[in-house]
Nanobody
Framework: VRLVESGGKFAQVGGSLTLSCAASGDTLDDYAIAWFRQAPGKGREGVSCLSTSGLEYADSVKGRFTLAVNDAWNIMTLQMNDLKADDTAVYYC???????????????????WGNGTLVVVSS
């Protein structure tokens, strides 16, 4: 499956932004799907994951970010509200076949990555 993100841009603290990830080559319904991010000078961290086990969020984004997928299972989104400066990062969508992972928020288990989209949050 090929993943392409879009929607990254400059945003203000307290603002909102929606990222999209378009899948091609396959639909996402047989995968665990996730959003990761990598802030400047830091490692890549899992933000949110949707799998047969449910919907998970990192503590840092709970209550502010929402992962969703469309009915055709070919576009996933990340709605980001109440943005903070610490949300500045390159955001990646990711996928791993269901059953081939222990933790879909751990990058070591991810099979497929998008190229990333940059989000910069400033005041």
């Amino acid at each position: 499956v090929r993943l392409v993100e879009s929607g990254g841009k400059f945003a203000q603290v307290g603002g909102s932004l929606t990222l999209s990830c378009a899948a091609s080559g396959d639909t996402l319904d047989d995968y665990a799907i996730a959003w990761f991010r990598q802030a400047p000078g830091k490692g890549r961290e899992g933000v949110s994951c949707l799998s047969t086990s449910g919907l998970e969020y990192a503590d840092s984004v709970k209550g502010r970010f929402t992962l969703a997928v469309n009915d055709a299972w070919n576009i996933m989104t990340l709605q980001m509200n109440d943005l903070k400066a610490d949300d500045t990062a390159v955001y990646y969508c990711a996928a791993v076949p269901e059953g081939d992972y222990h933790d879909c928020l751990e990058e070591a288990y991810i099979y497929y990555w998008g190229n990333g989209t940059l989000v910069v949050v400033s005041s």
